[in-house]
């Protein structure tokens, strides 16, 4: 079950899908089969190309996309997996804004 996240969130999530980018959307989230994760990233594009080589950085293969007919695909990351990647885009991010 999917909660805390505002519409105008998801609104942004999808912009940023349409115009092509890598999107990013973090949400609280339960599920039983994974009790110890109370969060899930989507990392979504609309070109899944894009999609799968972004997911190979990280190890994610292409068969884990979530695909969706309304072209909002995404990977789920979830527990330290999602910590990581987090951390990692939130560096390369950092070191672009420096430049």
Not at 57 to 67: D, G, P
Request: hydrophobic letters at 35%; one cysteine or more; aromatic letters at 12%.
């Amino acid at each position: 079950m999917a909660f805390g996240i505002k519409r105008e969130e998801l609104r942004a999530w999808k912009k940023k899908i349409d115009r092509g980018e890598i999107a990013f959307l973090t949400h609280y989230w339960l599920d039983d089969r994974f009790p110890d994760c109370t969060t899930v990233t989507k990392v979504g594009c609309r070109d899944l190309d894009q999609l799968a080589k972004w997911g190979e950085t990280y190890n994610l293969k292409r068969e884990w996309i979530h695909y969706r007919e309304n072209g909002y695909s995404h990977f789920d990351l979830l527990g330290e997996h999602q910590k990581r990647v987090l951390l990692h885009e939130k560096e390369a991010a950092t070191k672009l804004l420096k430049k």
